[in-house]
């Protein structure tokens, strides 16, 4: 029968315990190191997106006197120690459990023979012989008494064979011995004096914590849709959003979530200047202020949060500076809300097929980017360093594009030129190569074909690109570049090696590094409706060379021409927008049974001579000619030769 026994110095829960955390903290710690190899994205380097990336490092990162630890850092910290600690105590603690071993105990060597085991044992006996030990100021008769004990013990081990039989069957010189099995428990949790505290420790975890853990994670996820935004969020969109909704009305819409987004937001000390702040914009927009407010029904007192959330919002969108600190991080933290806010509107208006509405909330998100008051494309220009607002709205009419702006400057001898140029250079405007709909391996588009659209994009640099016309390719290798992509399974070009891709944007008043992107849109120009949902695309090369993005999706059943447009829009450059009408037909199935019975016919054309091609000859087709036909005139040249040649000799005979 087993005899259990609890770890009375806890070596068993230690190494239970190092092991458990071992398993945790060696791959959790292995994530949180940084990477050897050093970030490849390059970005915009003008002064502003500069200082920008440096204060979004700090924030991030910390210093080293006020260092950033989140939770995860904050967790191997104190599990390394613990770590640490239950090693030392594992290293430390004596081991009683050893495996009996007589010739380790007596100081020989295994295999021995029995006289070395006599005589050795002589020895240890006149050495440790109680009536002969004189004890020392740490020792005592009981422990001396054991040693004797131990050493003769093991001698008989040895040498009776009764007792070297046990040892060797059963590993003890007495014979078998009762098993022996230890619990990982210290044994203090066991005993009745702490029966209370053991008791109440596990009720507070797995009656009260755990529950109240998987309670807050099943509830939350509930209040939580798909896109991670609040229900009452997405259900505050899907009420007020309509099909004519600008981007205004987006706006207030996204006001509105902020009260279920940001419920525990206290203002109590920075009151003061949100009132400022507020005062300032008030000045600005003037009755549009107003208007905005209403559309979000940010009523002071009633929903404080709202308002402070639009305060905060449009003192960004203005460029508004926010001395406080604890409202810049609330600022900051607000403003990263707003992608996953808007994203879950587009998803909302995309399921309706709404232009407007999707077309305003992908504006909205450049204008975030780029801290301009929405709707104001005159503003466009303040993007790039050192113009101004009122110098935008000046400048816009003059001038439509950067590289124009550019041109302009370099006459002038502006200053700034150089600043602008550095922000030129990953500038975001789109420009399409080709779009077309194409069905793989067909020359025609028949109803309920599965049909791509492809589209070819690049980013000019701001010198400028040659013309698609003035670029010399060879087009048979772009129709089996072209074909090859159609077969692919995915929907984005591989980029080829060397080739530049658009890094971190110009964006230095986005509270994080921003990578632009691009929606690509189909629409119907005559219901005005989106047909196809969205795609979004990055990595758009920069140069002359273009990368391919496909959208597919099933064809009409009827035939047609329809008239589409296609929108590629920025989610970070304002103003970058581009669109293209596109026409295309769906024609009926039978013109690929005309298109293979003509290439069946010049595969199988008759021959002059033959019943086939003399019909075919009044009907007016193509038939194929004779090989033999000149064959024929010389055999026959040469046969009048030799009949002249003949009658001539003939008559000289």
């Not at 064979?161 to 619990?183: A, C, F, L």
């Not at 400057?409 to 700034?416: N, Q, Y």
Request: hydrophobic share 40%; aromatic share 8%.
């Amino acid at each position: 029968m087993a005899n259990y026994s609890y770890d009375e110095a806890g070596n068993m829960a230690a190494y239970f315990l190092l092991t458990f955390l071992s398993i945790i903290l060696i791959p959790l710690s292995l994530s949180s190191l940084p990477s050897r190899k050093s970030p490849t994205v390059s970005g915009c380097q003008c002064r502003q997106c500069v200082k920008q990336r440096e204060n979004i490092r700090k924030r991030e990162r910390g210093s080293l006197f006020t260092p950033k630890l989140r939770r995860k850092t904050i967790f191997v910290i104190v599990g390394w120690t613990a770590v640490a600690f239950l090693a030392y105590k594992v290293a430390t603690t004596e081991v009683e459990n050893k495996v009996y071993d007589p010739f380790e105990i007596l100081g020989l060597r295994s295999g021995v023979d029995v006289k070395a085991i006599k005589s050795h044992y002589k020895k240890l006996s006149r050495k440790f012989h109680p009536d002969k030990v004189k004890l020392s100021i740490n020792e005592t008769i009981e422990a001396v008494e054991a040693k004797f004990v131990e050493i003769t013990k093991a001698y008989k081990s040895l040498t009776d064979e009764t007792i070297r039989k046990n040892w060797e069957m059963y590993g003890h010189p007495d014979g078998r011995q009762e098993v022996s099995m230890g619990i990982a428990l210290p044994k203090w949790i066991v005993e009745s004096g702490n029966n209370i505290w053991v008791l109440g420790a596990y009720g507070l975890i797995f009656g009260g914590a755990l529950p109240a853990m998987v309670g807050r994670w099943w509830f939350g996820n509930r209040q939580k849709t798909k896109d991670g935004v609040n229900a009452r969020s997405a259900a505050t969109f899907f009420k007020t959003l309509n099909e004519e909704s600008g981007i205004d009305d987006v706006i207030g819409s996204l006001g509105k979530a902020f009260e279920w987004e940001r419920p525990h937001v206290k203002a109590s000390k920075q009151e003061s200047e949100l009132v400022e702040l507020e005062a300032k914009i008030q000045e600005q927009l003037d009755v549009k202020w107003s208007e905005l407010k209403k559309l979000a029904e940010a009523i002071p007192g009633s929903h404080e949060s709202r308002r402070r959330a639009l305060v905060l919002l449009y003192a960004h969108l203005l460029r508004l500076p926010v001395t406080n600190s604890t409202l810049r991080k609330e600022q900051a933290h607000l403003l990263l809300q707003t992608p996953t806010l808007l994203n879950s509107m587009l998803n909302i208006s995309i399921t309706r097929n709404w232009l407007q509405p999707t077309l305003a909330a992908m504006r909205l998100y450049a204008y975030l980017a780029q801290a301009l008051p929405p709707g104001q494309d005159q503003l466009r220009l303040a993007q790039l360093p050192g113009i101004s607002m009122d110098e935008s709205a000046k400048l816009s009419p003059r001038f439509n594009a950067v590289d124009q702006l550019i041109e302009s400057f370099e006459k002038e001898g502006d200053e700034r030129l150089p600043e602008i140029k550095k922000a030129a250079q990953n500038w975001g405007k789109v420009e399409i190569v080709d779009a077309a709909f194409k069905v793989l391996g067909e020359r025609y588009i028949t109803p309920s074909a599965f049909i791509s659209f492809v589209l070819k994009a690049r980013i000019p640099s701001y010198s400028g690109v040659k013309p698609v016309s003035d670029v010399e390719a060879d087009h048979k290798a772009e129709d089996t570049r072209e074909q090859d992509f159609l077969a692919g399974k995915g929907d984005v070009e591989t980029l080829l090696s060397g080739e530049t891709s658009s890094g971190w944007a110009h964006a230095p008043f986005w509270p994080s590094n921003r990578k632009p992107s691009w929606w690509v849109l189909l629409a119907d120009v005559r219901t005005n409706k989106l047909v196809v949902p969205p795609m979004k695309i990055a990595d758009v090369p920069i140069g002359s060379n273009y990368r391919m993005y496909k959208m597919q999706f099933q064809g009409p059943p009827a035939t047609g021409t329809f008239h589409w447009r296609v929108h590629v829009v920025s989610d970070t450059f304002v103003g970058e927008e581009v669109t293209r009408d596109v026409m295309w037909k769906v024609d009926d199935v039978s013109v690929l049974n005309t298109d293979d019975q003509n290439s069946d016919d010049d595969i199988s054309e008759p021959e002059e001579d033959s019943l086939a091609g003399q019909m075919a000859l009044m009907r007016g087709g193509t038939v194929k000619k004779r090989h033999d036909e000149e064959s024929d005139d010389e055999s026959s040249t040469d046969d009048d030769q030799d009949k002249d040649s003949d009658g001539s000799s003939s008559d000289s005979d």
